[in-house]
């Protein structure tokens, strides 16, 4: 059971206006008031320990907005790719991973959520990843905010579900039920000579001011509060691995689905495990 600081920071956000405070956070953070700027750029750094020395421009003159800042580009080589079937496609935090039992998902010890949910509905959809594999990986403010392919694939298939912008921190994650099915998400289904059919899944936050897409640009705003879908069968999206796919304006979670069969995950991935692009995911002879 959450202890009383975590059961009172998860009531506050119950209670907090959180898609106001995002609209409001979006606005502030593509502001390209130099007076602005100035301040809270090198305060964000500071304050979350930042590596400018990892990115393509150090600088923080350079950024017109913090939202550039925050989707900032990283210097040539800082994050080679694995010789590997499959890389992880962002730096961060291993939230949960691992079997999908039946159709259901874990997401902190207590918590589960169904496939059928994360992506919005579909049971047709779903019912290719029961019994598949997982991997949800958190974001902080201080990660590098790109998205990146973990193989090659083409897309077939984006939807944008609505939904609550619960922040998506690990005490949340033990303390509101279905969050990464509640939270506001961008779906997009992949299909891959090697592993078949997967989803990579863009979930949304507290603050979190938008998403967007290397195909589509920003999926949100605008939010609609209704699910939206998008289909690639006449424009082929094809993307190799390690290419960026998306970015967060402002951070949050991926979600990651593979089908029964496909893909076993190597060998020391668990909840808890620091995580950079790049590095293995799973190797073709760690395959079921």
């Not at 500071?46 to 550039?68: K, L, T």
């Not at 079937?85 to 259901?104: H, N, T």
């Not at 918590?111 to 509905?121: E, K, N």
Request: net charge positive; hydrophobic share 45%; with cysteine.
């Amino acid at each position: 059971m959450p202890d009383l600081s975590d059961r009172l920071a998860v009531l506050l956000q119950y209670l907090l206006p959180k898609k106001l405070m995002t609209e409001f956070a979006g606005w502030c953070a593509a502001s390209r008031a130099r007076a602005w700027t100035s301040r809270v750029i090198p305060w964000f750094i500071a304050r979350y320990g930042v590596n400018m020395a990892e990115a393509a421009h150090p600088d923080v003159a350079s950024y017109a907005c913090f939202n550039d800042f925050f989707t900032r580009a990283l210097r040539d080589g800082v994050r080679p790719l694995a010789a590997a079937d499959l890389v992880c496609p962002v730096d961060g935090v291993v939230s949960q991973c691992g079997a999908i039992e039946g159709e259901r998902i874990l997401q902190a010890k207590g918590h589960t959520y169904s496939v059928r949910a994360m992506v919005g509905g579909d049971a047709v959809l779903a019912a290719r990843f029961e019994q598949g594999q997982f991997a949800t990986v958190y974001l902080s403010p201080k990660d590098y905010h790109r998205i990146h392919m973990p193989c090659d694939g083409r897309l077939v298939r984006m939807i944008h579900v609505p939904g609550d912008l619960f922040s998506v921190n690990p005490t949340t994650a033990r303390g509101v039920p279905g969050l990464f099915a509640r939270n506001e998400r961008v779906v997009c289904v992949f299909e891959s000579s090697a592993h078949g059919t997967f989803v990579l899944a863009l979930v949304g936050a507290t603050i979190v001011g938008s998403m967007a897409t290397v195909w589509h640009g920003l999926v949100n705003p605008p939010r609609p509060g209704v699910v939206r879908e998008w289909y690639y069968d006449d424009r082929p999206v094809t993307l190799r691995q390690g290419d960026e796919m998306g970015r967060f304006l402002l951070g949050s979670t991926v979600v990651l689905l593979f089908a029964k069969g496909t893909i076993r995950l190597r060998d020391g991935w668990a909840a808890g495990l620091t995580v950079c692009m790049g590095e293995a995911m799973a190797d073709a002879s760690l395959k079921s």
